[in-house]
């Protein structure tokens, strides 16, 4: 059994970017914990919402709460303000005692999920910014005392991204979600503050909000669209660990160069869900 935190900005960044692969790490009995940083209360266009942002924070908890309920996951959330996270002493303690506090004690999670560095969105940005601040620090006993030291750093690995600034993502490992994708577009359809309302908003559809059968209608879409990019992205690519057979859809990760850095052994065990005998 593995300890898997996977770290979004958002309440429902998680589900949409590796929702398939934390579907088949929970059917292997592995504890996945999602972990948003900001509370989402920025997101939509309803005025009552600006006049009363809890009513959508509160609303966003929920929808994530349900989401991770499907496949029973954890879901926390660290409570910065959607738009307003920054890098300071106050959230990167924040993130080591969360980072800290999840899996065995003195051990915690076997493998960090997260989004790069480069992305379009500042929350997103400082989200993996405060993950790769934290990595070192999780085995310093003088810093944040308050809660017990790891005795190891994790593995951490990011999420697959078509940017190509600074550099283009590099396909390490690959994962066949063909079974799971499902199960990643109902967690995602769960969020319908967001994809019946505000995304569709912020794209200029109309009229609003989509009902249930558009908003999963036009997710699925998305969703097909970005796990066959991802599957493309490893093709022109040498990963380390990739499925065997044919396959449609997956989800692609990068390893990351300031956590412990995996055996292919390790990979095989923690993403061997279709390799070839």
């Not at 990167?92 to 005692?97: E, H, K, V, Y």
């Not at 993950?131 to 085995?139: M, Q």
């Not at 879409?221 to 690519?237: Q, V």
Request: net charge negative; glycine share 8%; hydrophobic share 40%.
């Amino acid at each position: 059994m593995r300890h898997i935190l996977c770290i979004g900005a958002h309440p429902d960044d998680v589900e949409g970017s590796i929702g398939g692969t934390v579907t088949l790490m929970r059917k292997r009995g592995d504890v996945v914990r999602f972990l948003s940083v900001t509370d989402g209360g920025k997101g939509h266009y309803r005025q009552e919402y600006a006049e009363n942002p809890r009513l959508l924070v509160e609303r966003r908890m929920a929808e994530a709460q349900r989401a991770a309920s499907m496949i029973g996951a954890e879901f926390v959330c660290l409570g910065a303000p959607d738009g307003g996270v920054y890098v300071n002493h106050e959230t990167t303690s924040s993130m080591i005692r969360a980072i800290r506090s999840f899996g065995e004690p003195g051990k915690g999670p076997d493998l960090i999920l997260v989004n790069r560095l480069n992305d379009y969105h500042r929350d997103h940005r400082v989200t993996a910014q405060l993950v790769l601040d934290s990595v070192y620090l999780l085995t310093v006993p003088t810093i944040c005392p308050d809660v017990p030291p790891l005795r190891r750093m994790p593995v951490v690995m990011y999420w697959y991204d078509d940017f190509m600034e600074p550099v283009p993502f590099r396909a390490d490992v690959v994962v066949n979600i063909d079974g799971v994708i499902q199960t990643k577009i109902d967690m995602l359809c769960a969020h319908e503050s967001q994809f019946a309302e505000w995304i569709p908003y912020a794209m200029g559809m109309s009229p609003l909000p989509l009902t249930y059968e558009q908003m999963r209608e036009w997710v699925t879409e998305w969703m097909y669209r970005d796990a066959r990019n991802a599957r493309l992205a490893a093709e022109h690519g040498h990963p380390r660990i990739a499925p065997g057979g044919d396959y449609e859809f997956a989800e692609a990760f990068q390893i990351s160069e300031y956590g412990t850095r995996p055996t292919d052994e390790w990979l095989r065990e923690t993403f061997g869900f279709h390799l070839a005998q």
